[in-house]
């Protein structure tokens, strides 16, 4: 527990906004819930968290998250039963993750508690705003960044630690995901920052994927930077192939983020006895396996996903449809979560969190 003198001090908006809210229609991440949680660090130490009504934050121009975009995010999602308790899902390895992304990017590690204490007490105070509806759920976007004024390019001294949520439908609005396998640019690189979730990974991912945009695809799949040989990750998931029955996914490394959905699928075909290989995959293999019809399944998994099927993806000029399989792995395992999310089943693996 965060002790008396880092007691999370509240501050109630005076006018919710939650009845301007159409819960039906939900956009990802555009709506904004009624309170956030912000929390400062200044000479060396965390200062107590507060939660506040949601607003626009002020900073210096100097700030050096404007500059050298000294930052980190999480994603994760609430989810509400119908007795109305609230679940996270492996909210701890998100913890984890944070840290591991500060660290790499030269900023303050944030004590558990905080991180915990923080969510609970936000998540407890705007449980309204948690959707009920099938696919829909509480984004949650934990962050840090530099705070700190100065040009000098070095590590900031001060830094905010905020948690903003949004009431959120599916992230990929049209059904049907058609990606492409890029070979010009790249994510990562060895020894780089692809690992951590560091918002310039996303900037640098949006010059290319606007362009595959333009081609007809909605995200890129990136390969490794060295020779474009190896499928590593999406924009903002991780992916899977199923090539026959087995399920195929590339190794994590210092280039691709270890995502929590990936090794929660790992689990569970372990679980189930679904054939798994974890091994590093060629675009080439996967190219030869759509053209000899082996390639059966491919699909991304995220927090935002969750586990998102592929239609077709596009490789050097030419397009490949994935077949439209009645008992996808992907259906599987996207049930097996979210059932566990939204407390529909049992929780063998023990990774759903009561708020
Ligand atoms: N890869 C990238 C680049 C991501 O942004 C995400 C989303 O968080 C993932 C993979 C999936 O990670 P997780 O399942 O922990 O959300
Ligand atoms: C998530 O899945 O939570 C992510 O952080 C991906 C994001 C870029 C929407």
Same mark, same amino acid.
């Not at 290989?277 to 998994?301: D, I, P, Q, S």
């Not at 996207?334 to 009561?354: A, P």
């Given at each position: 527990m965060i002790g008396t003198a880092q007691k999370i001090a509240i501050e109630k908006t005076k006018t919710s906004k939650i009845t301007s809210v159409d819960f039906d229609n939900l956009p990802f991440g555009s709506v904004f819930s009624d309170h956030m949680l912000v929390c400062d660090y200044r000479n060396g130490a965390w200062e107590a968290p507060k939660i506040m009504p949601y607003q626009p934050i002020s900073l210096d121009p100097s700030a050096k998250i404007f500059h050298y975009g000294q930052s980190v995010f999480e994603g994760m999602k609430a989810y509400r039963d119908k007795d109305h308790n609230i679940w996270l899902f492996r909210p701890e390895d998100n913890y984890k993750r944070l840290n591991v992304s500060s660290k790499r990017m030269a900023m303050p590690e944030l004590p558990k508690e905080y991180f915990m204490e923080g969510l609970k007490t936000l998540l407890q105070l705007d449980r309204d705003w948690i959707p009920q509806s099938e696919g829909s759920s509480l984004y949650v976007r934990p962050f840090i960044f530099a705070s700190g004024r100065?040009?000098?390019?070095?590590?900031?001294?001060?830094?905010?630690?905020?948690?903003?949520?949004?009431?959120?439908?599916?992230?990929?609005?049209?059904?049907?995901?058609?990606?492409? !396998?890029?070979?010009?640019?790249?994510r990562a690189a060895n020894g780089g920052v692809g690992f951590a979730k560091a918002g310039g990974n996303y900037a640098g991912q949006f010059y290319p994927t606007q362009l595959a945009v333009e081609k007809g695809y909605q995200q890129v799949i990136w390969t490794d930077d060295n020779a474009h040989e190896y499928i590593e990750e999406a924009g903002a998931m991780n992916i899977f192939v199923r090539i026959k029955d087995t399920l195929v996914t590339g190794p994590v490394s210092d280039r691709i983020l270890d995502g929590i959905t990936r090794k929660s !699928?790992?689990? !569970?075909?372990?679980?189930?006895?679904?054939?798994?290989?974890? #091994?590093?995959?060629?675009?080439?293999?996967?190219?030869?396996?759509?053209?000899?019809?082996?390639?059966?399944?491919?699909?991304?998994?995220?927090?935002a996903a969750v586990v998102s099927p592929i239609a077709a993806f596009g490789y050097r000029g030419s397009d490949y449809d994935l077949p439209q399989l009645e008992k996808s792995y992907a259906s #599987?395992?996207?049930? #097996? !979560?979210?059932?566990?999310?939204?407390?529909?089943?049992?929780?063998?693996?023990?990774? #759903?969190?009561?708020?």
């Open positions: 100065g040009f000098h390019a070095s590590p900031a001294d001060e830094y905010k630690f905020i948690i903003a949520t949004a009431p959120s439908g599916a992230y990929f609005s049209s059904g049907k995901v058609k990606v492409l !396998i890029e070979e010009t640019y790249s !699928i790992l689990e !569970i075909a372990r679980e189930e006895g679904i054939p798994a290989e974890v #091994r590093k995959l060629k675009v080439n293999e996967v190219v030869e396996a759509a053209k000899n019809g082996t390639l059966k399944e491919m699909f991304g998994a995220g927090t #599987r395992f996207k049930k #097996r !979560i979210t059932d566990i999310q939204y407390n529909r089943s049992e929780d063998s693996f023990g990774w #759903r969190f009561k708020v």
